[in-house]
């Protein structure tokens, strides 16, 4: 079955520095792909849609220039937090779904424990 | 905004099956019930969707009254594996699936 990758599965970072976390569609290829963002003890939420080719759509009060998303390929797509803050220490989750699979559900990586210290 | 409605939490004995309820009253013609479940510290994980008819898996059932506006999931025979958050989310067809809202979910506690 479908498979999204993401990496890394946990990381640690300095206040004030950036980090970039992967996320790939395995055995299909993605023209979009999706970024959530996890809070302890709450919900997922809908950072960005992320389209190959062509800028990300971030949803409201989301800022684009600290979440930068990349989507260079189908296989591919690339979150940066730019100069990380402890307030963005979350769980980020990527997903995507396979245009090819009719009626296909939306499949999730496995998440990146951001931890900024 | 959440469009379904469900308990915060749950308990169910191992090897019994678990029914998860979701209520979804203003469910539109055109969306589909969809249920994922987190296990703790990892990505959601598909587990079944339908329109209006039954639906079953290898993993579940799921059962949509008539009118649409409820659904429950079925665990069979629950292993302490599926201790897990539950989400039921309602939206559009394949390609409104992409953009999933997730509620608070359903925390199934899977007891020895």
């Known amino acids: 079955g479908a498979v999204v990758s993401q990496h890394p599965s946990r990381v640690i970072c300095k206040s004030g520095t950036s980090v970039k976390i992967e996320c790939r569609s395995l055995?299909?290829?993605?023209?979009?792909m999706f970024w959530y963002r996890q809070f302890p003890k709450q919900s997922l939420m809908l950072m960005a849609t992320?389209?190959?080719?062509?800028?990300?759509?971030?949803e409201q009060g989301v800022e684009k220039d600290k979440f930068l998303i990349n989507h260079a390929s189908l296989t591919l797509s690339t979150l940066t937090v730019t100069s990380a803050h402890p307030e963005d220490s979350s769980f980020y989750i990527c997903?995507?779904?396979?245009?090819?699979?009719?009626?296909?559900?939306?499949?999730f990586g496995n998440g990146t424990r951001l931890t900024v210290t | 905004d959440a469009k379904t409605t469900q308990p915060t939490s749950m308990d169910c004995a191992e090897g019994r099956a678990a029914n998860l309820p979701c209520n979804h009253s203003?469910?539109?013609?055109?969306?589909?019930v969809y249920w994922y479940r987190q296990i703790h510290s990892q990505g959601p994980q598909y587990i079944i969707h339908?329109?209006?008819n039954n639906e079953t898996n290898e993993m579940a059932s799921l059962i949509i009254t008539e009118d649409r506006k409820s659904s429950t999931l079925i665990l069979p025979h629950a292993t302490l594996r599926d201790t897990a958050v539950y989400y039921c989310?309602?939206?559009?067809?394949?390609?409104?699936?992409?953009?999933?809202?997730f509620g608070t979910g359903t925390r199934l506690t899977v007891i020895p």
């Open positions: 992320s389209n190959e080719g062509s800028k990300a759509t971030y």
């Open positions: 055995d299909f290829q993605a023209t979009t």
């Open positions: 339908g329109l209006k």
């Open positions: 997903s995507a779904s396979n245009p090819t699979t009719p009626w296909t559900a939306l499949h």
């Open positions: 989310i309602v939206s559009p067809g394949p390609t409104g699936a992409n953009n999933l809202f």
């Open positions: 203003t469910i539109s013609g055109n969306e589909y």
